[in-house]
T-cell receptor, first 113, second 111 residues
Framework: DAEITQSPRHKITETGRQVTLACHQTWNHNNMFWYRQDLGHGLRLIHY???????NKGEVSDGYSVSRSNTEDLPLTLESAASSQTSVYFC????????????FGQGTRLTVV | EDQVTQSPEALRLQEGESSSLNCSYTVSGLRGLFWYRQDPGKGPEFLFTLYSAGEEKEKERLKATLTKKESFLHITAPKPEDSATYLCAVQTPGSARQLTFGSGTQLTVLP
């Protein structure tokens, strides 16, 4: 079965370190998204990609970057981790057309100390 | 700016006690309204998509409805396994293929 997987599931890092969260999907979807989920804020869009070599900033992109070198993967990098980036991160993918639902990974819980 | 507001924030029901969750939205055009279920420690799981006012969709004890300003998720005779956070999200012409989410309603069904 096709799926979307994130790794690691849990990560503790220190302030100032660079961190990369992995996202891999086997749906062959062109659209991929990164969200963060915080209490009281719901899911907020960080970055998204509509295809290989395409990346776009979302609502809360400061301090994050992504790159898309193939269809399957969209890694999320925190350039210099800050305590405000402690959160649960979700990757999602969807088909190319509009009006289609997104499928989510199981999430990565990141703690910045 | 697209806005999605869900109410109540939390809801506790007795098993078998039917109720409704609300999702109101303020958007410039609506391509679709999506309902997701999220269990603790897991990613959101897709439930329904609604596209136009008057549309309804059902799945087991859940029924989603849509008007021009809001959507309702009706839960009929809920069971403890229906306990979860329910999220709604909108997709608009301005946001293309992205989703804008509400903060969710945490539902607890007591046995």
């Amino acid at each position: 079965d096709a799926e979307i997987t994130q790794s690691p599931r849990h990560k503790i890092t220190e302030t100032g370190r660079q961190v990369t969260l992995a996202c891999h999907q086997t749906w062959n979807h062109n659209n991929m998204f990164w969200y963060r989920q915080d209490l009281g804020h719901g899911l907020r869009l960080i970055h998204y990609s509509y295809g290989v070599h395409d990346t776009n900033k979302g609502e809360v992109s400061d301090g994050y970057s992504v790159s898309r070198s193939n269809t399957e993967d969209l890694p999320l990098t925190l350039e210099s981790a800050a305590s405000s980036q402690t959160s649960v991160y979700f990757c999602a993918s969807s088909e190319e057309t509009v009006n289609t639902e997104a499928f989510f990974g199981q999430g990565t819980r990141l703690t910045v100390v | 700016e697209d806005q999605v507001t869900q109410s109540p924030e939390a809801l506790r029901l007795q098993e078998g006690e039917s109720s409704s969750l609300n999702c109101s939205y303020t958007v410039s055009g609506l391509r679709g309204l999506f309902w997701y279920r999220q269990d603790p420690g897991k990613g959101p799981e897709f439930l329904f998509t609604l596209y136009s006012a008057g549309e309804e969709k059902e799945k087991e004890r859940l029924k989603a409805t849509l008007t021009k300003k809001e959507s309702f998720l009706h839960i009929t005779a809920p069971k403890p396994e229906d306990s979860a956070t329910y999220l709604c999200a909108v997709q608009t012409p301005g946001s293309a293929r992205q989703l804008t989410f509400g903060s969710g309603t945490q539902l607890t069904v007591l046995p």
